[in-house]
Structures are given as structure tokens and as C-alpha cells.
């Protein structure tokens, strides 16, 4: 998901979002550790998406109003 799409978000979606990512990520490790991941540049993907909505969710704390 991009950061543009992410912006359109309110703050109680973003909650949720990063919840599920979150979730995929240790999930994604957990395979990871016992060598039934498919696809390991997934957690790659996983942890940038994380990171876009962290940055999305301070950019609007930080807006001034």
C-alpha cells in the first residue's frame, strides 16, 4: 500500500492497519523460522508498510490544526 493511499485513512483505520501488519509479520517470521516460507522478501514488504503507516500516523499528529 502506498503512503498516498495511507493519508486518506483516519486515524482508526491506520490503527487497524498496522495491527494486521503487524500480525503478518510474526506470522511471517514465525514460517520463517521453520522453513515453510514461500516468499522471504515478504517480510521485507511487510516491515516497509509497517514503517509508511508510523510515518503517516506521526505526519498527521504533527498537523497543525
Request: proline letters at 3%.
Amino acid at each position: 500500500m502506498k503512503a498516498s493511499e495511507m493519508r486518506g485513512l483516519s486515524a482508526v483505520q491506520l490503527e487497524e492497519k498496522l495491527g494486521e501488519l503487524k500480525a503478518e509479520l510474526f506470522n511471517l517470521r514465525f514460517q520463517h523460522a521453520i522453513n515453510q516460507l514461500e516468499n522471504p522478501q515478504r517480510i521485507r514488504e511487510v516491515r516497509r508498510d509497517i514503517a509508511r503507516v508510523m510515518t503517516v500516523m506521526r505526519q498527521n499528529e504533527q498537523k497543525p490544526e
